[in-house]
């Protein structure tokens, strides 16, 4: 947890988001970069370079108004902006700096649609991005995270690098970690193997039947009360509707807790 990201949105309540960064990465004496991108829409080539320069010196000042609002605790906060597309600036830091080892970030950094678990630009980086991401529920205040659910429909993970940020957060917090493995329809063996990095950090293991993951993680919710929740992100997975639009209902998925987001790429 070296390098930890937290884009900042529209919302007054950003510096909250910026917050819980710097209570969560002060446990791993982390740097935290802020970032913002934004576009120039130019209507003559002599008016781009200006244009450019005001608009990234007006998000450079409110970027400082939102770490002005923040105990920093010593963590150290650097800014980080981009001209251009959203996912190409967040590989861009991701290159810059080294690596990013995980990004925080409210579920609607700017959506204001109160129907809506996850928000257009929130949705978006998790759907386009191989990084690590920590989705933090607005006004959430920051706890060690003593007990944590990890919800999968299969076992079958490629590369052990994948859980690293689990791994490092259950050896951080000594937390009691249980693991649900949800068989949906048309499962196969296969998904009913389980990595063994996985159990090798897992106090428990409950095997459900349910339609969905999400709808084994409700069954399961209340009895395990966990203070975090992390799931796999893939096509058919746990946001699978996110390959559908960016967005996620509150309908389709809502979790009161903290969730953590780990990437399986080619799945």
């Known amino acids: ?29 982390s740097t935290i970069y802020v970032m913002e991108v934004f576009n120039v829409v130019s209507v003559g080539a002599g008016s781009l370079t200006n244009a450019s320069n005001k608009i990234e010196k007006n ?19 650097k800014i980080a902006t981009y001209q251009g597309d959203l996912i190409e600036g967040l590989k861009k830091i991701d290159k810059e700096y080294l690596g990013i080892d995980l990004i925080i970030l409210s579920p609607k950094s700017n959506d204001i649609n109160e129907a809506n678990y ?76 389980l990595n063994t990095a996985l159990l090798d950090i897992s106090s ?31 096509k058919r997975g746990f946001f699978k509707k996110l390959w559908e639009k960016n967005t996620i209902s509150k309908s389709e998925f809502y979790a009161p807790i903290p969730v953590l987001v780990l990437s399986v790429k080619k799945d």
């Open 118 to 193: 996850l928000g257009n630009t929130s949705g978006k980086i998790i759907k386009r991005t191989d990084i690590p991401t920590l989705i933090v529920p607005k006004d959430y205040e920051y706890k060690p995270f003593k007990s944590i659910l990890t919800a999968f429909k299969s076992g079958i993970l490629k590369r052990k690098r994948i859980l690293t940020p689990l791994i490092t957060i259950n050896k951080k917090f000594n937390s009691n970690l249980n693991l649900l493995l949800v068989k949906t329809p048309g499962y196969s063996d296969d998904d009913l193997r």
């Open 1 to 29: 947890m070296k390098n930890i990201l937290v884009p900042i949105g529209t919302s007054p309540d950003s510096y909250k988001t910026l917050q819980y960064a710097i209570d969560f990465g002060n446990n791993f004496s």
């Open 204 to 234: 428990r293991l409950t095997i459900t039947e349910n339609a969905t993951t999400y709808l084994g993680v409700l069954e399961h919710f209340q009895t395990k009360q966990p203070d975090l929740l992390c799931v796999f992100r893939r």
């Open 59 to 77: 998000n450079r000042e409110q970027l400082l108004e939102v770490i002005s609002k923040v105990d920093a605790k010593g963590i150290d906060i």
